[in-house]
């Protein structure tokens, strides 16, 4: 190999991407390695277009499995590119090939989906993504270099952008509106990063229909953009297929804020207290928080007996949320309203839980 080509293999920033993308598919997937990867490909035609190459092996290994119809024990031949013959495999052995293989494609479209519909939902996860160190392609680079000079050339000698200010107007300045694209590190709206999210989702479950997390990420996205009876439909499949308590422990939690929101309180609180009821609680901690849900609904509904009764589960089981939980019921003006319409209640909780209501004492 010449040196040129070794230094060129050595700063080749697909490279790494590549790796990345390999480290998925063997299971190895650090949330580094998909954020690079989110954020390349976005910039980068050819890792974009060697992902899209990913969708079309997907399909044709769909296409393949189904077209599998001889018996488990028939040994059959298997071709390469070209229609060279690679060997001969038992359908079962290249059945359970096709399936692991599927599963992991799956596992590269829902941790990209996954991420997007992060970024289109949450400004931390988002501040997160723009600090990765992503390797920028040659292409993007020279882009990036292009507007840098086209900005010199436009502002004249001696221009200082720190000193100066924006050129926007002079000679080149529509140019120059093009370097925020580089510099931000992103080319897309929240909505835009939440539509993509989604459409990775629903790659995943075309692959693995049973692949429940991918499901519940799907579902939320839907809630998030207004669509509840998608959001729902999606949900509900959950519990009808997943056997893991913590995957319908999530189908609960989200179908019954998607009835909150709606204004469904009876209905929110049958799925709520579902999820009570299943003992997850007890077996994983992240779901505690199910006890606001039904101290608020019940709040909403003017039960103030079981209100009490969940808000002291939460206050004696949670103390370490108390100052959040403090935050979240101030910010909640429907129940806040509910309380200033009915005193009594009002006080009696002020005197019982005095840091989350009007003495706002330390908790």
Same mark, same amino acid.
Not at 93 to 99: A, G, I, V
Not at 169 to 190: N, S
Not at 193 to 220: C, Q, W
Not at 301 to 326: G, V
């Given at each position: 190999?010449? +040196?040129?080509?070794?230094?060129?293999?050595?700063?080749?920033?697909?490279?790494?991407? &590549?790796?990345? %993308?390999? @480290?998925?598919?063997?299971?190895?997937? @650090?949330?580094?390695?998909?954020?690079?990867?989110?954020?390349?490909?976005?910039?980068?035609?050819?890792?974009?277009?060697?992902?899209?190459?990913? #969708?079309? &092996?997907?399909?044709?290994?769909?296409?393949?499995?189904?077209?599998?119809?001889?018996?488990?024990?028939?040994?059959?031949?298997?071709?390469?590119?070209?229609?060279?013959?690679?060997?001969? /495999?038992?359908?079962?052995?290249?059945?359970?090939?096709? =399936?692991?293989?599927?599963? &992991?494609?799956?596992?590269?479209?829902?941790?990209?989906? #996954?991420?997007?519909?992060?970024?289109?939902?949450?400004? !931390?996860?988002?501040? /997160?993504?723009?600090?990765?160190?992503?390797?920028?392609?040659?292409?993007?680079?020279?882009?990036?270099?292009?507007?840098?000079?086209?900005?010199?050339?436009?502002?004249?000698?001696?221009?200082?952008?720190? @000193?100066?200010?924006?050129?926007? $107007?002079?000679?080149?300045?529509?140019?120059?509106?093009?370097?925020?694209?580089?510099?931000? $590190?992103?080319?897309? +709206?929240?909505?835009?990063?939440?539509?993509?999210?989604?459409?990775?989702?629903?790659?995943?479950?075309?692959?693995?229909?049973?692949?429940?997390? @991918?499901?519940?990420?799907?579902?939320?996205?839907?809630?998030?953009?207004?669509?509840? =009876?998608?959001?729902?439909?999606?949900?509900?499949?959950?519990? #009808?297929?997943?056997?893991?308590?913590?995957?319908?422990?999530?189908? %609960?939690?989200?179908?019954?804020?998607?009835?909150?929101?709606?204004?469904?309180?009876?209905?929110? =609180?049958?799925?709520?207290?579902?999820?009570?009821?299943?003992?997850?609680?007890?077996?994983?901690?992240?779901?505690?928080?199910?006890?606001?849900?039904?101290?608020?609904?019940?709040?909403?509904?003017?039960?103030?007996?079981?209100?009490? +009764?969940?808000?002291?589960?939460?206050? !004696?089981?949670?103390?370490?949320?108390?100052?959040? /939980?403090?935050?979240?019921?101030?910010?909640?003006?429907?129940? =806040?309203?509910? %309380?200033?319409?009915?005193?009594?209640?009002?006080?009696?909780?002020?005197?019982?839980?005095?840091?989350?209501?009007?003495?706002?004492?330390?908790?």
């Amino acid at each position: 190999m010449k +040196t040129s080509d070794k230094v060129k293999k050595q700063i080749d920033p697909c490279l790494q991407i &590549q790796a990345d %993308l390999s @480290a998925m598919l063997d299971g190895e997937l @650090a949330p580094a390695s998909v954020r690079r990867v989110m954020v390349h490909s976005d910039v980068c035609p050819s890792c974009e277009s060697f992902l899209d190459g990913i #969708r079309v &092996q997907a399909m044709a290994h769909q296409d393949l499995y189904k077209c599998l119809n001889s018996d488990e024990d028939e040994v059959i031949e298997i071709h390469g590119l070209g229609g060279k013959r690679s060997g001969r /495999i038992k359908v079962s052995e290249l059945r359970k090939k096709l =399936t692991e293989n599927r599963d &992991q494609l799956a596992r590269i479209f829902y941790e990209l989906g #996954r991420g997007f519909v992060l970024m289109g939902l949450s400004p !931390n996860f988002s501040r /997160i993504v723009a600090c990765e160190p992503v390797p920028i392609p040659d292409m993007f680079q020279r882009g990036r270099n292009l507007v840098d000079e086209v900005e010199r050339l436009a502002a004249g000698p001696g221009w200082n952008p720190d @000193a100066d200010g924006s050129i926007e $107007g002079q000679v080149g300045g529509e140019w120059v509106r093009a370097k925020a694209l580089f510099d931000g $590190g992103g080319l897309h +709206t929240p909505e835009e990063n939440l539509v993509k999210g989604k459409n990775l989702l629903h790659e995943a479950l075309m692959l693995s229909p049973d692949f429940h997390e @991918a499901r519940i990420y799907l579902g939320h996205a839907y809630h998030v953009s207004q669509e509840k =009876t998608l959001a729902c439909r999606e949900f509900k499949s959950v519990l #009808r297929g997943a056997k893991d308590a913590n995957m319908r422990g999530f189908a %609960l939690l989200n179908l019954g804020n998607v009835f909150l929101e709606e204004g469904e309180l009876e209905l929110a =609180t049958a799925y709520f207290k579902k999820l009570v009821d299943s003992g997850v609680v007890h077996e994983s901690p992240h779901f505690g928080l199910i006890y606001f849900n039904l101290a608020l609904v019940y709040g909403l509904r003017e039960l103030f007996s079981d209100c009490e +009764t969940w808000l002291q589960k939460l206050y !004696n089981e949670m103390p370490h949320k108390r100052s959040m /939980i403090a935050e979240e019921l101030r910010s909640r003006p429907q129940f =806040t309203g509910v %309380l200033a319409r009915h005193p009594e209640a009002r006080e009696a909780f002020a005197r019982q839980f005095p840091c989350w209501f009007d003495a706002r004492e330390a908790c």
